[in-house]
């Protein structure tokens, strides 16, 4: 059976027990590498082994022994109830293993030459993942000095099913722990599944070397090792599937010019063709568009001067009527404003003007400012209400007062 990293080294190295560390290095200099990994737990493990021991003090008897053992200021018949107490006092295995451990795993890659990696390592600690795994391996390593298979099983496989931790993407499905008869533990059985779901069974013997293999391959530094590989593959592939994607895409990308070229010059002639019968159709167009500006225009025209003489109409009639009171009264007089503000709107006359060049010009009569408008409405109805009285006057009406009766009719073009 050929064990690859995952599930295949999982169980390669649970029964193998020995030689794992090779399996995980890139480094340079591995013996240097290799001594600074195996060392940290090793070290980690001793220090708080060595701080719980000071912890703890014997209560001398009257006969020479212990009769009592004190960790602060508790007391306790037993030595392993005031162990109990050190450790927790002195922190957890994780707590060791960062402050001890992981400068030594760093160490190592700082002294084989990759800076890159043990900053890698360093970042990866204070993740949530790396925390959460390496609670659940120091859980189990604690288990396994106390003798608890079950408890040992079920934190390994805790660690193991993290890929924030161990990232092989494969899982442990079932680890059952094998009993002798006298319900000792003897032995495990792990299935692994894989990424495609499929399963595999193998059974170990001896707990011990569960232990030391289990404890060893699930180390933080191997964890670690193992989440680079994968991230490196990864990249790898990525890079791999954007180089074929580039290369494909020049491949499409000169079939299709040399399709586009061919079919160009098939279709220069039939191109010929059209641009000819083009400029043909657009000379006949232009001249039937020329004839219909001009007879649009005469309309417009046309139009124009009926809307004129409408309005001068309007606004004459307009103005005989205010004529023909004394004292036009102020809403009258800003009605025809009003009215003969929208004859000189719709008319063509140009007024003089300043643009915004400053330089004299000529605009219609809506592109006045509304003060000459204003002034240009009253002038036209200045003009009218005299036109009025003089064409009175002329009739014979009466020479003083537009209001003495008869109406005249005066056309006012602007």
């Known amino acids: ?15 193998g027990g020995m030689g794992l560390y090779a399996k995980f290095q890139d480094a340079q200099d591995r013996a240097t590498q290799r001594a600074a990994l195996g060392a940290a737990a090793t ?3 001793t220090a708080r082994e060595a701080d719980i ?9 009257a006969d020479g022994q212990a009769s009592g053992f004190r960790v602060g200021q508790h007391t306790f018949a037993t030595q392993e109830e005031a162990n109990k107490m050190a450790e927790r006092q002195v922190g957890s295995f994780m707590d060791y293993y960062r402050r001890v451990g992981a400068p030594r795993v760093m160490e190592g890659y700082l002294q084989s030459g990759d800076p890159d990696r043990a900053a890698a390592f360093a970042k990866w600690l204070d993740t949530e993942g790396s925390r959460s795994g390496m609670r659940s391996w120091a859980q189990a390593m604690r288990a396994a000095q106390w003798g608890d298979a079950d408890g040992f ?105 040399n399709q586009n070229f061919q079919v160009e010059q098939g279709n220069v002639t039939e191109r010929r063709a059209i641009a000819r019968e083009g ?20 309309e417009g025209r046309a139009q124009q001067r009926t ?21 036009p009264r102020p809403d009258r007089v800003r009605r025809d404003l009003e009215s003969i503000r929208s004859s000189l709107a719709n008319g063509t006359t140009m007024y003089p003007s300043t643009g915004s060049d400053g330089k004299p010009t000529r605009v219609l009569f809506s592109a006045l400012p509304p003060e000459r408008q204003a002034e240009e409405a009253r002038r036209v109805y200045d003009e009218q209400m005299a036109q009025a009285r003089r ?15 008869g109406r005249g009719v005066t056309v006012y073009t602007p």
């Not at 021991?53 to 008897?61: F, K, L, Q």
């Not at 079920?154 to 079932?174: E, I, K, M, P, W």
């Open 43 to 45: 070290e980690a493990r």
């Open 279 to 298: 400029r043909q159709e657009d000379r006949t167009e232009a001249r039937e568009g020329r004839q219909e500006v001009r007879e649009v225009a005469r």
């Open 1 to 15: 059976m050929a064990f690859g990293v995952g599930a295949g080294a999982f169980l390669q190295g649970l029964q």
């Open 53 to 61: 021991a000071g912890a703890v003090t014997a209560i001398p008897g």
């Open 307 to 327: 809307l004129e003489v409408q309005g001068n109409q309007s606004m004459l009639r307009q103005a005989e009527r205010t004529a023909e009171d004394n004292s």
């Open 391 to 405: 064409t009175r006057q002329e009739r014979g009406v009466g020479a003083s007062s537009p209001a003495q009766g």
């Open 153 to 257: 099983a079920r934190h390994l496989t805790s660690a193991y099913n993290n890929q924030d931790y161990f990232g092989d993407g494969q899982s442990v499905g079932r680890a059952e722990v094998l009993r002798d008869e006298r319900g000792n533990a003897t032995g495990m059985t792990l299935t692994i599944r894989d990424r495609d779901g499929r399963e595999r069974t193998q059974t170990f013997n001896g707990m011990n070397d569960v232990y030391r293999a289990g404890l060893g391959f699930l180390s933080p530094d191997k964890a670690f090792e193992v989440l680079q590989r994968e991230s490196e593959s990864a990249t790898r592939a990525r890079l791999t599937l954007a180089q074929e994607d580039r290369r494909f895409g020049r491949q499409v990308a000169l079939q299709r010019d």
